[in-house]
């Protein structure tokens, strides 16, 4: 197999001249976004450049406590971005949502590092850990931030029905329920999509990178294999773990709904 075609920064810019095109319909249609678009691109330049130079001096390091210390920094931004998403905030939020997405991200990274990936020769591999965490990071990411906004707008939007089934005597879990599928069930969408149509209609980064890089192909068709199901997996977790800390949180022992709790973010 071929080894991969390295790219000069002049062919990277070509590529991001393709930019134009997003800043002509923006003008033509009015849409108004063109500042955004240009913050955007320069944004998605600064920080991958930014994680080019950390990762070259982590791979360079290869130290257990510099690796865990990048997952950390890492999981509390996907965290705190989980939430931020969210039109609906209540105490605690931040919380909720750093602890959903660590649990969920280094439960699964760790059961791959330790149990699938057996024959690297140390968990902390760079090479391996970080890619693996930051596949599932940003994958929980996403389905944390749906469950979690569909939870808060479908309890303020049955405010009235989930007052009445606790007033009648339901407890809380009766009463909070459907929300609570509902909001496990819109979470985990996205990676149910995404696994009906891998390899048909797209093929992933992960495997595309791979095929680039000279990889065969039934090999990087394993690795996504094992990807997917991670992914799955810490997705279904962090779902879970959100929408129930919510509930928690919202609906308390005595059977009350803690509506009051909520806020709007501003400007909402």
Not at 148 to 174: D, F, I
């Amino acid at each position: 197999m071929d080894t991969y075609v390295e790219l000069t920064y002049w062919e990277v810019a070509f590529a991001a001249m393709l930019i134009v095109i997003n800043a002509v319909i923006s003008i033509v249609l009015q849409l108004r976004i063109e500042r955004l678009l240009i913050l955007a691109s320069f944004r998605t330049i600064i920080q991958l450049l930014l994680v080019g130079m950390v990762l070259e001096s982590v791979f360079r390091l290869e130290r257990w406590y510099v690796v865990v210390g990048l997952g950390l920094m890492m999981t509390l931004i996907a965290g705190v971005t989980a939430a931020q998403r969210n039109q609906r905030h209540y105490p605690g939020i931040w919380l909720n949502s750093i602890i959903s997405v660590w649990a969920s991200a280094w439960i699964i990274t760790s059961f791959a590092l330790f149990v699938v990936l057996q024959g690297i020769d140390r968990w902390y591999a760079p090479q391996y850990s970080i890619p693996l965490l930051g596949m599932v990071l940003g994958n929980t990411l996403n389905g944390i931030s749906l469950a979690l906004g569909t939870m808060t707008e479908s309890l303020v939007r049955r405010r009235e029905q989930v007052e009445s089934l606790l007033a009648l005597g339901a407890t809380r879990w009766e009463a909070a329920r459907n929300p609570v599928q509902d909001a496990v069930r819109t979470g985990m969408i996205p990676v149910i999509n995404s696994m009906m149509i891998v390899g048909v209609v797209s093929l992933p980064g992960m495997m595309t990178g791979q095929l680039i890089s000279g990889m065969n192909p039934m090999e990087a068709v394993k690795y996504q294999v094992v990807i997917m199901f991670l992914i799955a997996s810490a997705t279904s977790i962090g779902t879970l773990s959100i929408v129930l800390l919510t509930f928690l949180r919202l609906l308390n022992p005595q059977h009350q709904f803690r509506r009051d709790l909520i806020t709007d973010k501003p400007g909402v």
